[in-house]
């Protein structure tokens, strides 16, 4: 188990870019996945990336994949999602999460994560 902490959320206008910074703490984090979801008011909670800690590999939700870019500090165990090119409709509430790499989920399974942050709100005005 790990704790997640979530920064950099915002209020941004369109057209503009946020980083936003999930710190890990409580383990190691070999073989887990780090995720970012998002939700919105009245929406069930949605993938946007993923990374596989120890390869590096990356999972995007096809409305993010070119303007998202998930990445990893491993000396600073922290865990980015930097968004560029935002509109109105990525406001949303974004989460943080981990989850041990079993094989069973896919990336974008929010059953693939057992460990969540706090969240951190991302407001994009038009």
């Known amino acids: 188990q790990v704790q997640l902490v979530e920064s950099g959320g915002g209020l941004v206008q369109a057209g503009g870019s946020l980083k936003l910074s999930c710190a890990v703490s409580?383990?190691?984090?070999?073989?887990?996945?780090m995720g970012w979801f998002r939700q919105a008011p009245g929406n069930e909670r949605e993938f946007v990336a993923a990374l596989d800690w120890s390869r590096g590999n990356t999972y995007y939700a096809n409305s993010m994949r070119g303007r998202f870019t998930i990445s990893r500090d491993g000396a600073e165990k922290t865990v980015y999602l930097q968004m560029n090119g935002l509109n109105p409709e990525d406001t949303a509430v974004y989460y943080c999460?981990?989850?041990?790499?079993?094989?069973?989920?896919?990336?974008?399974?929010?059953?693939?994560?057992?460990?969540w942050g706090q969240g951190t709100q991302v407001t994009v005005s038009s």
């Open positions: 999460a981990a989850g041990w790499n079993n094989g069973v989920y896919v990336a974008k399974a929010v059953q693939a994560y057992s460990d």
């Open positions: 409580g383990g190691s984090l070999s073989n887990y996945r």
